[in-house]
């Protein structure tokens, strides 16, 4: 049989290490690591799952978590003939990948580090997540297929064809999902009851079905039978169209009468136009004759006004025009060299402004020239008197001079320098007033130079309008006089002879008017003067179509009705299979889900099966009578008692020592059942298995129990940590590592 692989040692390296530990440790194949609280067992243990499972970012995830910064610490495992190390301060990309590769070749299903004190109070998804990796690992479910679970779910359902669409949204889920666990838990999340899932919609469509059947309750049908109606229409309609027949003659033998009637007043209200039209030319020729005489006065009356008016315009236009030619021009050209010298002068003052502003600026450049040749000749002067009055530059102690640099005459000439400086200093200052002074003056050239620009030119822009005013009233005054002169013309001196009013047009209207007449008095003469007979009274025949109508709109009101109502019942017989059919659905998937729960207890208890089995045998390797029940990552513990009598303790019910024996069993059957390359058992805080109340020497028979493991090659390894503040006694078997002092 081939030696099991074992891990040789471990070696934390890095500046920071693990917990500020750095260290190499070695192992056996049973070891017991023992030592006092904060010697370093346990960060020994944690080494190893930090190696093999990196470190984990967030307090609640199920790795190891050591705070929110990354240690800077590298770890190697050596098993002899391999080796693999990991850098903690790396979290994802190609190197990470790499060493996660080399561990699972290495390793194989990666072995979980048991906190005996502490194993309870892990989430149910971290102790989820250790089993499920070695159901895997030991092939412990390798017949539970997906095709076996949907056939189950589908047989534990009692589904037919019928059932086809709702178990075919389930199967779907498969072609995305190879393990039949996985595919279970899935298939549990599409169940429900969360939001979106296969319940919650299904029994939200049966409430909606059920509200929709409300909105349909079951009514009376109406009064009345619809064929009998449908038929009254029909022979309803047809007296309607024999009324609105004979309505329609009688109402055209009303209009022909009404048309003569309207005839007969026409043509006497045109023989009255006639005659009256013969009654006014007879008068306009009594009038013409009398008009001709008052119309010769008054011609020669409108002919002498009318000279007269034209004379006295052409005499006042005339008058115009020569005050106009009189008025003398405004003298633009004198105005346009006025405002040609002001611009002159406002060039030349802002000219000489520039030129006094670009004084100011070299007076303001050569001041801070003079400032600069002061302030450094002040700050050296500074620096000699610092010197001077300093005693050992003053004295020289080895040649006895007083003042061997000549330091006195230096800050005497420094001073001579800095009053130069001043002076010019000065000088600078009040040459930059001076040209200070000139440029406002100039300034104030420029502003008053362009105040008379611009009052020149607005002294040319008057005289400009004032001529063009000039011109337009001259040239006015020529068209009127023009005009006059013209009016006059067109009035003769002698008056026109008057046209008489008594012409042949109005002889020849006399004679129409009376051809006129004649015709319409025959046009009257010939309209009959008797009614035609009217077959019924119009008004008689409108009543009966009304009273028709009335019958008709009641038939109507009567198949309407019926027709609503069919309609209704259509609707309600779809909304009631509408509700059957939901809560079809609704049954098919409670049956579905119940089937998978189902379905996944079998499966839980085909899993957990052989680690009982395993948990079992281990525990009575140690003498201790109790049997392991696992009936989930919630639910496991012990059995205690034979029979009807047996009991079943919550893994939380347990004592302190009970929970650590059984947790070193479960740990060491997951070991057994992984079939990994590497499958050891490590265990910390071992002291917690403490005394068994079934074994009072639990200690000594686990330990003994590991050590047979191993060497039937059962198990790889074994590598325990136990706190004692003395050095323990170890089993045969079992390599002891003693940490005395603190790390």
Not at 2 to 22: M, N, W
Not at 124 to 148: C, I, N, P
Not at 175 to 197: E, I, Q, R, V
Not at 484 to 509: G, M, N, V, W, Y
């Amino acid at each position: 049989m081939t030696d099991p692989r074992t891990l040789q040692s471990l070696t934390v390296s890095g500046r920071e290490g693990l917990k500020a530990q750095r260290f190499t440790e070695t192992f056996a194949a049973v070891t017991l690591i023992c030592g006092p609280n904060g010697s370093g067992k346990s960060t020994r243990l944690q080494a190893i799952t930090a190696a093999l499972h990196g470190l984990d970012s967030r307090p609640t995830g199920v790795g190891l978590y050591l705070g929110p910064r990354r240690p800077k610490a590298t770890i190697l495992l050596d098993f002899g003939d391999c080796r693999v190390e990991r850098d903690l301060t790396l979290v994802k990309g190609k190197a990470v990948e790499e060493t996660n590769e080399q561990i699972g070749v290495a390793v194989g299903t990666l072995p979980t580090s048991w906190d005996l004190g502490d194993f309870a109070n892990g989430t149910d998804k971290a102790r989820q997540q250790v089993l499920d990796s070695v159901v895997q690992a030991g092939g412990l479910l390798d017949g539970w297929t997906v095709d076996r679970v949907v056939s189950d779910i589908v047989g534990h359902a009692g589904l037919t064809l019928e059932d086809l669409p709702v178990v075919e949204d389930l199967i779907g889920m498969a072609f995305g999902l190879a393990a039949a666990d996985a595919w279970l838990s899935a298939a549990l999340s599409w169940y429900g009851p969360g939001k979106g899932s296969a319940y919650t919609t299904a029994n939200g469509a049966f409430s909606a079905a059920k509200a929709a059947a409300k909105l349909h309750d079951e009514q009376d049908p109406p009064a009345g039978r619809r064929s009998a109606a449908e038929a009254q229409l029909v022979k309803l309609r047809g007296e309607r169209d024999a009324a609105l027949v004979a309505l329609e003659r009688a109402e055209a033998a009303v209009k022909r009468n009404t048309d003569a009637q309207s005839a007969a007043g026409r043509a006497l209200a045109a023989v009255n136009r006639a005659q009256k039209e013969v009654d006014a030319a007879d008068e306009g020729l009594r009038v013409a004759k009398l008009g001709d005489a008052n119309a010769l006065k008054e011609r020669d009356a409108n002919h002498k006004h009318h000279r007269a008016g034209a004379v006295a315009a052409l005499d006042l236009a005339e008058k115009a025009l020569a005050a106009a030619q009189a008025k003398p021009e405004p003298d633009v050209a004198g105005a346009e060299e006025q405002l040609r010298v002001a611009k002159e002068k406002a060039d030349k003052a802002r000219k000489d402004a520039a030129q006094a502003l670009r004084v100011v600026e070299q007076h303001v450049q050569a001041g801070g020239d003079v400032r600069s040749v002061h302030d450094k000749a002040a700050a050296e002067l500074e620096t000699l008197r610092g010197l001077a009055e300093g005693a050992d530059v003053a004295h020289c102690k080895e040649c006895g001079v007083a003042d061997p640099l000549d330091l006195a005459g230096r800050v005497k000439a420094g001073e001579g320098v800095v009053a130069e400086a001043a002076q010019a200093l000065a000088k600078s200052r009040a040459a930059y007033a001076a040209a200070k002074r000139e440029a406002s003056f100039a300034a104030a050239e420029v502003k008053l130079a362009e105040s008379r620009e611009r009052a020149k030119g607005e002294a040319l822009r008057q005289a400009r309008e004032q001529r063009t005013a000039l011109l337009n009233t001259r040239g006015h005054a020529r068209v009127a006089a023009q005009t006059a002169r013209h009016d006059l013309q067109a009035i003769p001196e002698e008056p026109a002879a008057p046209t008489s009013t008594l012409t042949p047009a109005a002889k020849a209207r006399l004679t129409r008017a009376q051809e006129a007449l004649e015709q319409t008095t025959a046009d009257m003469a010939a309209i009959p003067s008797k009614d035609e007979t009217v077959p019924g009274d119009p008004d008689k025949l409108r009543q009966e179509v009304g009273q028709v109508d009335a019958l008709i709109a009641e038939q109507v009101a009567i198949v309407d009705a019926h027709k609503a109502y069919a309609q209704r019942e259509a609707d309600r017989q779809t909304a009631i299979g509408q509700v059957a059919l939901a809560q079809g659905r609704l049954a098919t998937i409670k049956a579905i889900g119940k089937a998978v729960a189902e379905v996944r207890e079998e499966m839980a208890r085909a899993a957990s099966g052989p680690i009982c089995g395993a948990v079992d045998a281990f525990l009575a390797a140690c003498g201790i009578t109790d049997r392991f029940y696992l009936d989930g990552a919630s639910d496991f513990g012990a059995i205690r008692g034979e029979g009807p009598s047996a009991i079943r303790i919550p893994y939380w019910s347990l004592s302190a020592s009970e929970g650590a024996v059984l947790g070193a069993a479960v740990s060491v059957a997951l070991a057994r059942l992984s079939k990994a390359s590497w499958s050891p058992v490590i265990l910390d805080n071992f002291e917690a298995v403490g005394q068994h109340a079934q074994q009072p020497r639990s200690r000594e028979t686990v330990l003994a129990a590991l050590v047979e493991l191993q060497a039937s090659g059962a198990i790889s390894q074994a590598i325990v940590s136990e706190a004692a503040n003395e050095e323990p006694e170890a089993p045969k078997g079992v390599t002891k590592r003693w940490l005395g002092g603190g790390a």
